[in-house]
């Protein structure tokens, strides 16, 4: 059974800086894109990053030269630094995992990913 524990949100004011954190434990592929989503109230779910097995990573026009995804495989855990935040930042936000595909165009479709941890609050004031 798989597991992705979020964890790194918070309060910040705009221009702050926050990392999130996702722990994938239990069952996990060498093949796998993952990702980060958020998701406001009132608004749809939206992918942020994603990055695969192979380093490729992606990102949201919204984030681009201000968020940065990363992973650790040996601690089995991915990142997400967020600088430069800014209120329409504030979601919560979820980790996502999909294995045996890379990555693709549509790496911000949520049905493209079977796993999904608990989510983590990030919010952002002005």
């Known amino acids: 059974q798989v597991q992705l524990v979020e964890s790194g949100g918070g309060s910040v004011q705009s221009g702050g800086s926050l990392r999130l954190s996702c722990a994938a434990s239990g069952y996990t592929n060498s093949r796998y894109c993952m990702g980060w989503f958020r998701q406001a109230p009132g608004k749809e779910r939206e992918g942020v990053a994603a990055?695969?097995?192979?380093?490729?990573?992606r990102y949201a026009d919204s984030v681009k030269g201000r968020f940065t995804i990363s992973q650790d495989n040996a601690k089995n855990t991915l990142y997400l630094e967020m600088n430069s935040l800014k209120p329409e930042d504030t979601a919560t936000y979820y980790c996502?995992?999909?294995?045996?595909?890379?990555?693709?165009?549509?790496?911000?479709?949520?049905?493209?990913?079977?796993?999904w941890g608990q989510g983590t609050q990030v919010t952002v004031s002005s």
């Open positions: 990055v695969d097995s192979d380093g490729d990573t």
């Open positions: 996502t995992a999909a294995w045996y595909m890379l990555c693709s165009r549509e790496w911000s479709l949520g049905s493209n990913y079977n796993h």
